[in-house]
């Protein structure tokens, strides 16, 4: 039973964990293409350079998110009562 308890705090925490860092990313990725489109329309000419940085940036900031839901699969899946649980769950 205490294997159970853990899974599900696991889950839990698993599934707030995404859920703040796809909040995160998303406001992140916003103020980026609002800076990004902001500067463009000031200076037509930097386009390029500007796009170019802010592809970059937002691949940075969605790798962060992508590293929240691979800690949050390892919380899931890869914890020490995954037999005990498997066992009991059928």
Do not use: D, W
Not at 46 to 68: F, H, N, P, Q, R
């Amino acid at each position: 039973m205490e294997g159970l308890q853990f899974f599900i705090a696991c889950v839990t925490a698993a599934g707030f964990g995404i859920g703040i860092a796809a909040f995160g990313c998303g406001i992140g990725q916003g103020l980026g293409v609002k800076g990004a489109v902001e500067g463009i329309a000031r200076n037509p000419e930097s386009s390029g350079k500007v796009t170019v940085t802010l592809l970059i940036g937002l691949a940075m900031i969605e790798s962060l998110c992508i590293y929240a839901l691979v800690i949050a699969l390892i919380l899931i899946y890869a914890h020490p009562q995954a037999a005990q649980i498997a066992k009991l769950l059928g």
